[in-house]
T-cell receptor, first 112, second 118 residues
Framework: SQQGEEDPQALSIQEGENATMNCSYK?????LQWYRQNSGRGLVHLIL?????REKHSGRLRVTLDTSKKSSSLLITASRAADTASYFC????????????FGKGTKLTVNP | NAGVMQNPRHLVRRRGQEARLRCSPM?????VYWYRQLPEEGLKFMVY????????ESGMPKERFSAEFPKEGPSILRIQQVVRGDSAAYFC????????????????FGPGTRLLVL
């Protein structure tokens, strides 16, 4: 299976703390993307990291990619209650596939 | 600059009825993707279309499901004779260009249609 897997499945932290979520995948990728989904809503694209990049920042988000370990991490610094959501990694695989392959997500709860 | 539009947002059907889900891609986007999300799960790819062409339907169930993206109008995902197991959120995404051969392109998602089969 090409499916990415996030861990942990659920994460509960206090406002102001940092949240780290990890994603692992199985085959070579073109890029890896992180999305956020608020409960019952659509997906919001957060950040895309290409296979030749190791780290990327966007505001309070920091994404790393280790292609040798086939893993990525998403760090949210100084979390806020509004960051409460599910976070998914999605991979675009090499080899001619157009589809994004999603993991099951990490459910983040930020307590005020 | 409107994003990806999907309608209806919620759809209730009885077993055996038909469900038609619509998706209008972002302006300037000619690539459309459909995904299905079961409760507490990630999204699963169903089908990828360009105008008037199905490019990849490897994720589509072989029976009862069909998709189209006509020259004019929205993309349609059609589910015939719905069963309870079809209850899910169906998301449409669009992109400006093909993902193939590029490591920069991403897909932009609509708000989804939540289908409930009674």
């Amino acid at each position: 299976s090409q499916q990415g897997e996030e861990d942990p499945q659920a994460l509960s932290i206090q406002e102001g703390e940092n949240a780290t979520m990890n994603c692992s995948y199985k085959t070579s990728i073109n890029n890896l993307q992180w999305y956020r989904q608020n409960s019952g809503r659509g997906l919001v694209h957060l950040i895309l990291i290409r296979s030749n990049e190791r780290e990327k920042h966007s505001g309070r988000l920091r994404v790393t990619l280790d292609t040798s370990k086939k893993s990525s991490s998403l760090l949210i610094t100084a979390s806020r209650a509004a960051d409460t959501a599910s976070y998914f990694c999605a991979t675009a695989f090499q080899g001619g596939s157009e589809k994004l392959v999603f993991g099951k997500g990490t459910k983040l709860t930020v307590n005020p | 600059n409107a994003g990806v539009m999907q309608n209806p947002r919620h759809l209730v059907r009885r077993r055996g009825q038909e469900a038609r889900l619509r998706c209008s891609p972002m302006k300037g986007h000619s690539h459309v993707y459909w995904y299905r999300q079961l409760p507490e799960e990630g999204l699963k790819f169903m089908v990828y279309l360009q105008k008037e062409n199905i490019i990849d339907e490897s994720g589509m169930p072989k029976e009862r499901f069909s998709a189209e993206f006509p020259k004019e109008g929205p993309s349609i995902l059609r589910i015939q004779q719905v069963v309870r197991g079809d209850s899910a959120a169906y998301f449409c995404a669009s992109s400006k260009t093909s993902l193939l051969g590029t490591s920069r392109e991403t897909q932009y998602f609509g708000p989804g249609t939540r289908l409930l089969v009674l």
